[in-house]
């Protein structure tokens, strides 16, 4: 009994794992699958990436500007986690570093039951966080970045396998179809979005995105910006990149330790 057992098990399983790898049944069985594209593959993941209700990502930019006999190179690191990002009540943590003009300074901004708190050096405040200005919501910045492509510039693209097994593709921009999609993130990137720019123009533009396990684990961007602002001509380059760490996994989020006690200010402090 218990050998017939097993052979009517052995003799299901061969007969669904043969299922499962013709992925169709005895009317279909001469369709053919078909291989998905380089555009479907990225942009699945984009999307899958987009709709994740948690996160732990690292932003990095390097902005090197250079006008009127003025040169400044500005690095800037941005550490967030975010968690029930799609519902009403999300939990935001961000770390940010950078230097200007020498001077370091940090900065740690957590959201919470709809209130921004942040420390910067000895300073601690709490505000609405609605009265955030845009200034400070790199999230928002970092949302900006993760654009889809479109299919017209994917057509030709092949992906590439990593070392590590993630696959990747590069693609290189006109300066009309990069200032098109990542319009957001050229005026987030803006060295003031006050300004009078008369005239802007984008060059060397390349993006490169990489993806594992169905996710986007890392979306690569470069471009130089020119630009006339108070006719003052200034150039910048710009290299950012937006890593994921275990997409699709669970993010644990530490507060600021006392937060609920900061001393609460006006939306001027933002």
């Known amino acids: 009994m218990k050998k017939k057992l097993i052979s009517l098990l052995f003799a299901l399983t061969i007969l669904c794992t043969g299922i499962l790898l013709t992925g169709c049944n ?31 990502a690292e932003m990095k930019m390097e902005m090197n500007m250079g006008g009127d006999g003025i ?8 550490k967030l986690k975010a968690k029930n990002m799609k519902g009403s009540n999300p939990i935001i943590s961000m770390v940010v570093s950078m230097t200007v ?12 039951d709809q209130w921004a708190y942040m420390v910067m050096e000895d300073m601690k405040y709490k505000a609405n966080a609605k009265d955030m200005e845009s200034e400070y919501d790199y999230a928002e910045c970092a949302s900006d970045m ?10 030709d693209a092949k992906l590439v396998k990593e070392e590590d097994g993630s696959q990747s ?13 990542y319009d957001d993130f050229i005026e987030s990137v803006s060295s003031d979005a006050e300004a009078d ?4 123009k984008i060059s060397d533009a390349v993006a490169k995105i990489t993806i594992a396990n169905g996710y986007v684990t ?31 996994q669970d993010v644990t989020i530490t507060p600021p330790e006392g937060y609920r006690e900061f001393e609460e200010m006006n939306e001027d402090i933002f």
């Open 218 to 248: 890392g979306y690569n961007l470069a471009f130089t910006m020119e630009m006339t602002v108070d006719d003052t001509s200034s150039t910048t380059e710009i290299k950012a990149t937006l890593t994921y760490e275990n997409p699709g």
């Open 71 to 78: 040169t400044m190179s500005v690095p800037m690191t941005v």
């Open 26 to 56: 005895s009317e279909n069985t001469s369709e053919e699958i078909k291989e998905k594209t380089t555009f479907e593959i990225i942009n699945e993941a984009l999307e899958k990436t987009e709709n994740l209700e948690s996160m732990s």
């Open 197 to 200: 720019i008369g005239e802007m």
């Open 169 to 181: 593709v590069t693609i290189v921009f006109s300066e009309e179809k990069f200032t098109e999609i």
């Open 101 to 112: 003009f020498g001077e370091s300074i940090d900065i740690e901004l957590y959201q919470e």
């Open 146 to 155: 993760l654009q889809k492509i479109p299919e017209e510039l994917l057509k």
